[in-house]
């Protein structure tokens, strides 16, 4: 099912069944697979892949060549930068044991949970099955092998938390208290209380 406000280039491939959500763009040679879920004013690159039954939120971008799993979730707002991979197969193999090939039927898929307002940097790779926290973000390049906390900010092979950022993705700094954060750009304060930040409502 498909909005008729949403704007689907010639070259792409997307399935009768997936659903389409309100002002939805769908680019050049992207692939949108069987009963896969877009929300509204979703935009997916050129040459991204969308796979079986993956939910998008609403408010999401897929930049181009990222590759989307399934059973992956993203809720809203959540970014996925260029070349990005989410993973679901823990223990890939092409062949059983047996040296049979494998089929969709020898392994259960295993999907990427991403939070409100994530953002997962240019060619990095979640491994399923991984959490990535709301609005926590992934460096470009890193391998994310554990969950991430809402808030995080991690990168590396295999990816650490280095810091935490807010709701504007800017890294936070040190508020006058010692377990304070303040984002720089919003001057919202979050506080961290073991290894969990949260926003410091007024």
Known sequence: MTEPTVRIMASADVAESAVIGHGCSIWHLAQVREDAQLGKDCIIGRGAYIGTGVI????????????????????????????????????????????????????????????????????????????IGAWATVAAGSVVVKDVP??????GVPARRIGWVGRAGVRLIPGIVGSQWVCPVTAQTYVETDGVLREVTQ
Request: charged share 15%; with cysteine; aromatic share 8%.
């Open 56 to 131: 998008l939120g609403d408010n999401c971008k897929v930049q181009n060549y990222a590759l989307v799993y399934e059973p992956a979730r993203l809720a809203n707002g959540v970014f996925i930068g260029p070349a990005v991979v989410l993973t679901n197969d823990t223990y890939p193999r092409a062949i059983n044991p047996d040296g049979t090939q494998k089929s969709a039927h020898d392994w259960e898929p295993v999907g990427v949970t991403i939070g409100e307002g994530a953002s997962v940097g240019a060619r990095a790779v979640c491994v399923a099955p991984v959490t």
């Open 150 to 155: 809402d808030y995080g900010l991690v990168a």
